[in-house]
């Protein structure tokens, strides 16, 4: 079985901070590894994914990855937060790229000016 | 590219009806879509998996004959929710993939709430 913990349900950072969302995944199998972000009442929008190609990720937004296999992590970064970053995000993992998606719980970004 | 299409984004209605959901791939084809239910301050849980012209592999614990899939087209699917009451009040969003190895990509989701 496979499972996703994102630590903290809650994340503030300052305009122009880091931002650090973590992800921690469980997997029998090479995982296949996925961020989404969420704004208020809209559906997913794909960050990036991890397919066992190189372990660092780069995303849409100025977000990257890096795949930790000894760590079973999968943290979210982006070196300078701007306000549109503020939203939901979504950890989830696969056993393929496109089977079905376990997700973590959720992490909030809140930006402050 | 790679837009999938819900619709209604809203709907309210009264205790007893059923409400039919629609989501399309508007510029791929989709052999495979997914719908997710979101309770409020929760994460996504996936309902069923539905591949084109066959039945829908629903996940433990979600009633088929309450919520109805049909995945007719490689560009539409359809959940049905099939007399509804207020505790099936939640988001739900659909996901469609073009072949195995591409990611899902997400609809923008339907609000239902059951009066």
């Known amino acids: 079985a496979q499972s996703v913990t994102q630590l903290g349900s809650h994340v503030s950072v300052s305009e122009g901070a880091l931002v650090l969302l973590r992800c921690n995944y469980s997997?029998?199998?090479?995982?296949?590894l996925f961020w989404y972000v969420q704004y208020p009442n809209q559906g997913l929008q794909l960050l990036l994914k991890?397919?066992?190609?190189?372990?660092l990720v780069k995303g849409i937004n100025g977000f990257e990855a890096e795949f930790k296999k000894s760590e079973t992590s999968f943290h979210l970064t982006k070196p300078s937060a701007h306000m549109s970053d503020a939203a939901e995000y979504f950890c989830?993992?696969?056993?393929?790229?496109?089977?079905?998606?376990?997700f973590g719980a959720g992490t909030i970004l809140r930006v402050k000016s | 590219g790679a837009v999938v299409s819900q619709h209604p984004s809203w709907v309210i209605c009264k205790s007893g009806t059923s409400v039919k959901i629609e989501c399309r791939s508007l510029?791929?084809?989709?052999?495979?879509m997914f719908w997710y239910r979101q309770f409020p301050k929760q994460s996504l849980m996936l309902m069923a998996t539905?591949?084109?012209?066959?039945?829908?592999?629903?996940e433990q614990g979600v009633e088929k004959d309450k919520f109805l899939i049909n995945h007719a087209s490689l560009t539409l699917s359809t959940l049905t929710v099939t007399s509804a009451h207020p505790e099936d009040s939640s988001f739900y969003i659909c996901?469609?993939?073009?072949?195995?190895?591409?990611?899902?990509?997400f609809g923008d989701g339907t609000r239902l709430s059951i009066l």
């Open positions: 996901s469609a993939r073009e072949t195995g190895n591409q990611p899902q990509h």
């Open positions: 997997s029998s199998v090479p995982p296949y």
């Open positions: 991890y397919t066992s190609a190189a372990t």
């Open positions: 989830a993992v696969s056993d393929t790229g496109g089977n079905k998606l376990v």
């Open positions: 510029d791929f084809q989709a052999t495979t």
């Open positions: 539905s591949n084109e012209g066959s039945k829908a592999t629903y």
